[in-house]
Structures are given as structure tokens and as C-alpha cells.
């Protein structure tokens, strides 16, 4: 099982972004979404590890509203095998916490034995589902996972850390945080096949949300004031004068 999250488009223009009248979540109406980077990486070393093991399975997962399967549809179209979105109720307030409660209840109702989540999400850059996840449902969890590989008996990990890389060998159950790594980048989507993922099946499961341990208490665009003041002057000598006065009154030299 691998996790998916949908949210803005990181490159969307600060001026863009807004907040839902009266909610604590951003406007997401006439704003590109995509898939959360990290999750991209979670997805192809999921299909990476499915190609080298006879049998296993891929299932994409998101937690989310119904717009949220664009990024199940995407995960069909470079193969996933199967796609479930576990939708949220209408004032259901999100946190890392609950996220991850809702996606150990998938887990446990498709029967997963490995789950793989990315890093952090890319908008809030939380970083806190998957080793929530892993402690909800009980399983040891391995973080910052560039690959996956079947090793004798069970899987081996590749971790990435400052000094160089750690090699894990590990049984199912267990949940990998995958960050990225130029082995691990999302492969592309022929046209056919996305074209054929608009017509596959996108399941649901229903999850009751648990009470998560941390709660947004607030949100807000802050607001920067700034002023503009043209430096009179005849020419740049008498320009340049006035901006010395002008910035000795101000203090700020």
C-alpha cells in the first residue's frame, strides 16, 4: 500500500494563495493540485519493489474529497494495481495525527503488509504521518528509505543518512518513510495508459477518524505592509542626497 496525498502545486505564486472562507485549510478551487513529491518517490519505489517480487501488489491510497482522485488516477496510470480513496467527512479537521489514523484503518481493511509513505507532504512538510502510521498500527517503521529491495527471507532497505547510507533487513509488517533519491523518481505515464486510468474503478473505504494527539489551532495569511516613497530630485547627484537625508531621518543608516 502506498500512501498518496494531493495539495497545491508547489510553484503556485504566493498572490495566489487563499484560504476557505471561515475554514483553516487552503483554497483549492482554480489552483493546479498534484501529487505531494515525496509520495511520488513512495509510489515508484513501490512499483520498483513490485517488479522484483512475483505477486505483490501495488494499491495507492489518499485520504481525501473526491477531487482528491486526480492523484489515485495518476498512480493508475503508471500501473498502480489498485486505487482507494478513504473519504472525510465534511468537518472532519485534519492533523498528522488523524491522517495517519485514517490510513492504518485502510491498511488494516486491504490487508496490507507493507505500507510505503513519502517524507512529508509537500505542503505542510509535517513529516509526521508515516511514523505515526507505523506506531498506530504496531509495525516497526524505517524513515528517510531511498529503496527497497527482497533480500533472503524478507526485505532490504537502503537509508539514506548524512555521512552516507544504512542498509536495513526487515520482515512485513513494517512501514518505509521514502525520501527521494535520483533511483527513486516517479517514472512518466504513457498517453494510453492515462487515458486508460480515467475509465478504472477508484474504491472506497470508509474510516472512522480518531481524535489525533495535535490540533491546528489556527491559520492565517500574515499581512506585510509595505510603502513606497519616491526620492525627489533634479538630477542623481541631488537624488542621491535627499535618499542619505531621507534615510538618516528613518534610522536605518
Known sequence: MVCLKQILDPELPPRDFRLEKGEMTPATEGVP????????NALEVGLQLRE??????????????????????????????RAVRVPLEQDCKLSGGIVAGLLAGAARELGADLVICGRQAGDWDGGQ????????????GANL??????????????RELEEGYE???GNVPLVAVVTNHETNVLRIAKVKDTM???????????????????????LEIPVKEVNC??????????????LIKRLLELKVM
Do not use: H
Open 33 to 40: 493540485l498534484v501529487m505531494s513529491s515525496f509520495d511520488q
Open 145 to 158: 528509505v531511498t529503496g527497497i529491495e527482497p533480500g533472503s527471507g524478507g526485505l532490504v532497505l537502503k
Open 229 to 242: 516613497e519616491i526620492i525627489p530630485g533634479e538630477d542623481g547627484g541631488e537624488k542621491a542626497d535627499n
Open 196 to 218: 486508460a486510468a480515467m475509465r478504472k474503478k477508484v474504491e472506497q473505504i470508509n474510516v472512522e477518524p480518531q481524535g489525533g494527539r495535535l490540533e491546528l489551532a489556527s
Open 52 to 81: 522484483k517480487i512475483a505477486g505483490a501488489t501495488v494499491t495507492a491510497v489518499t485520504v481525501g474529497p473526491e477531487g482528491a482522485e486526480d492523484v489515485l488516477r495518476k498512480a493508475l496510470a503508471v500501473k498502480a494495481d
Open 129 to 140: 504521518v508515516g511514523l505515526i502510521l507505523s506506531e498506530e498500527l504496531g509495525w516497526p
Open 167 to 169: 542498509v536495513l533487513e
